[in-house]
């Protein structure tokens, strides 16, 4: 039996949209159709659903039997025509437009991978329903009367005309600029908004032309640019979101498109705005970063002079050990009298503090006896910091600084002398860490 190749068709729907949009265009009817898309794959679905179930069935019923149309199976497809003639659709027209529904479903049977039995199966019976079908479109249509005919056309007329009202109403209420197009770019309909932007009559011009848009065919260009891919173009002066919108997603027998412009001139400003900070900002940032290079490199040159510099140190202090301090250790290990050690031991002394403090003049015995906490809190004092600021500094209450400042004192023989602890400090030269 064919129901397998009968209920494939159902799921077919954008195959047979393409096969019967041919035949409607190779007979002349797509131009005259008033159906929309959706009404296409309904009707589809209304012509192939008896079809299936009697298929499903095992069944074929007898032409006779189809056209009493007992259980009413026939009724959605007579009521699509009935539409058509309420809307001015003769009924030769009307079955034409039918039987060009009923070749696209033969063909799609025809070029399947089936059996050829089994699509020969499939097609009597597709053909089987269409003739009923035809048969009661044309009883139908011929048996309603000529008054009856007219009353639905005028109610047809008027419920165009308020639709009709409604559109235009919607469509100028809108403050983007709408434009209808043909499949040759040029421009049906304009709604207020675009009249009024453009200033003239818009009817008959070219949709290129008139945006300024070059080197794109117009079904490159609006396959390009549809709902998910705006294009932003510039026209006098301000700048628009173009989309691209098929009728033919609507309408079979449309091949235009409805233009859209959203103007987003406010968003573009802002966008050159920012652009422009942040041109501004990464310049003066690569200044900074040049600035930045130039210190390192002058750090880079002060390091290495210091460190040239502590070599020379290192060398001095080596001369001064071995040309002063490692002499003296001996006359000491030989000397018997205490004061002749004592004398050289002072010598030794005199040349560890120079080299202690870098062989100044000015340093204190005293200093040497600091432990290392104290040490930090008599920079901190030479630097001028009060007591309270060196507590904080180093996380220690105010009671601790000031016990190491009398142990400081104390140390260095301030003690009892009415002397200023930050000016002994500075005059003793600077306390390296």
Not at 11 to 16: A, G, S
Not at 47 to 56: C, D
Not at 103 to 116: F, K, R, Y
Request: with cysteine; aromatic share 6%; proline share 3%.
């Amino acid at each position: 039996m064919p129901y397998a190749i009968l209920s494939g068709l159902d799921r077919r729907v954008e195959d047979f949209l393409e096969r019967w949009t041919a035949n409607m265009s190779d007979a002349g009817f797509l131009e005259s159709t008033t159906a929309k898309r959706e009404d296409c794959i309904l009707s589809f679905h209304w012509f192939l659903a008896p079809i299936i179930r009697s298929a499903e069935n095992g069944n074929l019923p007898s032409f006779g039997e189809l056209i009493a149309n007992e259980d009413n199976w026939a009724d959605n497809i007579i009521q699509t025509s009935r539409r058509h003639r309420s809307r001015g659709i003769t009924g030769d027209m009307f079955v034409g437009c039918f039987k060009t529904l009923v070749h696209a479903v033969l063909e799609m049977v025809e070029q399947g991978d089936e059996p050829c039995e089994q699509k020969k199966e499939a097609a009597r019976f597709i053909q089987r329903w269409a003739d009923a079908f035809e048969t009661l479109i044309v009883q139908d249509w011929t048996t309603r009367s000529g008054k009856e005919g007219d009353r639905y056309l005028d109610q047809a007329n008027r419920q165009l005309t308020l639709e009709k009202c409604k559109y235009e109403n919607v469509i100028n209420s809108i403050s983007e600029l709408v434009l209808t197009i043909d499949g040759k770019g040029q421009v049906l309909e304009a709604n207020r908004s675009a009249l009024r932007y453009f200033q003239k009559d818009l009817s008959g011009l070219s949709i290129m032309e008139l945006l300024g848009l070059k080197g794109e065919s117009l079904k490159v260009l609006c396959s390009d640019h549809s709902t998910d891919a705006p294009l932003e173009i510039s026209v006098k002066d301000m700048h628009f979101q173009c989309i691209f919108a098929p009728l033919n997603n609507v309408s079979l027998a449309s091949d235009g498109y409805i233009v859209v412009l959203k103007d987003v001139t406010a968003l573009v400003k802002q966008s050159e705005i920012l652009e422009t900070i942040v041109v501004k900002r990464t310049s003066d940032l690569l200044k900074k970063t040049s600035q930045l290079e130039e210190m390192n490199i002058t750090l880079r040159t002060v390091m290495k002079s210091v460190d040239k510099e502590r070599e020379e140190f290192q060398e001095r202090i080596g001369d001064v050990i071995r040309s002063t301090l490692l002499p003296a250790l001996d006359p000491v290990r030989k000397a018997a009298a205490s004061d002749i050690r004592n004398s050289y031991l002072d010598i030794i002394e005199n040349q560890l503090l120079k080299l202690a403090r870098g062989g100044g003049q000015n340093n204190h015995a005293g200093l040497l006896k600091l432990t290392p906490m104290e040490m930090k809190v008599s920079r901190f004092i030479q630097a001028g910091s009060s007591t309270k600021e060196i507590a904080e500094a180093l996380n220690l209450s105010v009671v601790t600084i000031q016990t190491h400042r009398r142990n400081i004192r104390k140390k260095l023989g301030l003690q009892n002398r009415n002397v200023n602890l930050t000016t002994f400090l500075n005059q003793s030269g600077p306390l390296e860490p």
